[in-house]
């Protein structure tokens, strides 16, 4: 598996959307995530690791609990991931239980979690292949 482009949003120390586009790397197999402490490194791979699979690194944080409190409350938290498997290319969009702004009226409410997957043809006709259960997704992953 080969990450193409991550879309971070609302997440870990992410308060807005965060776009990182790995195909501007190269070829090159490697590549270092380099920066001070509490840059939001751990939290670049936690996204790649919820995005396909529903968890954080390490199953120590939960990935209900890595909204950023710094975020504006109508932001849903969510990671969309393309990333190259062999000659196919998916995305894989993914958003944790969170409390979101009602609607209508005030208070909140609960967002369950959910998760889409697609094949991306190159003519623009991407294929869905899981339109919303999470459970779902991470099997097609596996």
């Not at 490194?41 to 409190?69: N, P, V």
């Not at 993914?94 to 009226?105: D, F």
């Not at 609960?110 to 869905?128: G, S």
Request: charge should be negative.
């Amino acid at each position: 598996m080969r990450p193409n482009k991550l879309t971070i949003q609302a997440f870990g120390p992410f308060a807005g959307t965060e776009h990182i586009d790995f195909d501007q790397l190269g070829s090159n197999p490697l590549f270092l995530i380099n920066g001070p402490t509490g840059a939001g490194k751990s939290s670049i791979l936690d996204a790649i690791c919820f995005a396909l699979y529903g968890q954080t690194t390490g199953k120590e944080r939960e990935a209900s609990h890595m909204r950023c409190d710094h975020a504006d409350a109508s932001l849903l938290t969510e990671i969309t991931l393309d990333f190259s498997l062999g000659d196919k290319t998916y995305r894989i969009r993914r958003a944790p239980t969170q409390e979101r702004p009602k609607s209508k009226g005030e208070g909140t409410t609960t967002h369950q979690t959910d998760a889409q997957l697609w094949q991306i043809k190159t003519n623009e006709d991407n294929d869905l292949l899981v339109p919303k259960k999470a459970q779902e997704a991470t099997k097609a992953i596996e």
